[in-house]
T-cell receptor, first 115, second 115 residues
């Protein structure tokens, strides 16, 4: 079975500073993908970044980067230069090749950016 | 732009009165999912379709049904909504599961209120 753990229910960060949101995962499948989604208060789920289990380099997308440590089974999201619009719920998620299609979500971290 | 569209964005229904939520996609993805998300919780998978094959999660109540008349459309029917069914309902699509580098594409969600 696959499992995603997000241990930070809530985080605060000062505007313009960087913040790291933690995510650990567990799977026995060697082929998997890790994702981060942002969910503002309006409710839509917005894809942020993807990391494949065989990728040698950490993924980056603009201000978002994924700190992938395979041996530790962690996939932390780093947001640089936080903006007020970054205030939202953030979900870490995983999909495995051997799984039957579904993506497993963590419980989420609520990030609040302080002016 | 290819996308996933959910209608309506907000739905108010009476206790016990059947309600249908709709989802359409222009991505031509094989797989469509319905998730229920209650406040401050992770999305919970209700069921999914792989093409016409329906897959129900073991803990999805019988009160929830789904239809997929064609590749583009999928419906969620709640036969007798209770107060506990008030939630955000998210539709998502994806290519087949062996393509782990593809996550979900989500619709904007339907927020259901039961009065």
């Amino acid at each position: 079975a696959q499992k995603i753990t997000q241990t930070q229910p809530g985080m605060f960060v000062q505007e313009k500073e960087a913040v790291t949101l933690d995510c650990t995962y567990d799977t026995s499948d060697p082929s998997y993908g890790l994702f981060w989604y942002k969910q503002p208060s309006s409710g839509e789920m917005i894809f942020l970044i993807y990391q494949g289990s065989y990728d040698q380099q950490n993924a980056t997308e603009g201000r978002y980067s994924l700190n992938f440590q395979k041996a530790r089974k962690s996939a932390n999201l780093v947001i640089s230069a936080s903006q007020l619009g970054d205030s939202a719920m953030y979900f870490c998620a995983m999909r495995v090749a051997g799984g039957y299609q579904k993506v497993t979500f963590g419980t989420g971290t609520k990030l609040q950016v302080i002016p | 732009d290819a996308m996933v569209i959910q209608n309506p964005r907000y739905q108010v229904t009476q206790f016990g009165k059947p309600v249908t939520l709709s989802c359409s996609q222009t991505l031509n993805h094989n797989v469509m999912y319905w998730y229920q998300q209650k406040s401050s919780q992770a999305p919970k998978l209700l069921f999914h379709y792989y093409d016409k094959d329906f897959n129900n999660e073991a803990d999805t109540p019988d009160n929830f049904q789904s239809r997929r008349p064609n590749t583009s459309f999928c419906f969620l029917d709640i036969r007798s909504p209770g107060l506990g069914d008030a939630a955000m309902y998210l539709c998502a699509t994806s290519p087949p599961g062996h393509l782990v580098d593809y996550g979900y594409t989500f619709g904007s969600g339907t927020r259901l209120t039961v009065v």
